[in-house]
């Protein structure tokens, strides 16, 4: 499975993307860390990068969870993830999504275009009805990305996750499959 955009492509990941994981991590590790929950120094491993993938893969095969590595057509360097996280069935047919970016990235449009062709695989091959999003009120980029991509702001989750120890409110912003 391959979304080609005007700028980037996306595909599921897959474990040969361990070592370019763990560079990205690495590499924004101070960035991802103001809007992310507390990482382990073990996180920052080719062994945990690996495993993560593994169990990513294993996940989507029993429709739990997506994850899509985000590659620069120019230089097909992996720029970013995008995440399907806690897919409910049912009456529901829903899940949240999330990414990063490598930060020198930012500004460039890379991620919405991203997050439009997660979105469309979402609600076209995975029958999706609503996707979720949950941005610190603050991350402004954040929320200007998801807003470009068709997501609206329905209200603020207050301390709803717990950043660098400290319970923060979320802006919720979501995106409903209006063909279902």
């Not at 029993?62 to 970013?80: P, R």
């Not at 029958?127 to 991350?139: C, D, F, K, Q």
Request: with cysteine; glycine share 6%; net charge neutral.
């Amino acid at each position: 499975m391959k979304l080609d955009g005007k700028e980037i492509y996306i595909r599921f990941t897959e474990e040969a993307d361990a070592e370019d994981v763990l560079r990205l991590q690495n590499n924004n590790r101070n960035f991802f860390q103001l809007y992310s929950p507390k990482k382990e120094e073990s996180f920052y491993t080719l062994e945990t990068q690996l495993k993560s993938i593994q169990e990513a893969i294993e996940k989507r095969k029993n429709d739990q969870f997506y994850s899509f590595a985000m590659f620069h057509k120019a230089t097909n360097e992996l720029i970013g993830l995008v995440t399907f996280m806690d897919i409910l069935r049912g009456a529901l047919q829903s899940c949240f999504i999330g990414y990063f970016l490598d930060q020198k990235h930012n500004g460039k449009g890379y991620m919405t275009e991203a997050v439009k062709l997660v979105v469309q695989y979402g609600f076209e091959h995975l029958s999706l009805h609503r996707i979720e999003a949950g941005v610190m009120p603050h991350n402004i980029g954040s929320i200007r990305v998801l807003e470009k991509a068709g997501f609206e702001k329905e209200g603020i989750a207050r301390k709803n996750v717990k950043i660098n120890g400290k319970w923060e409110d979320h802006q919720v912003l979501a995106i409903i499959n209006e063909n279902m």
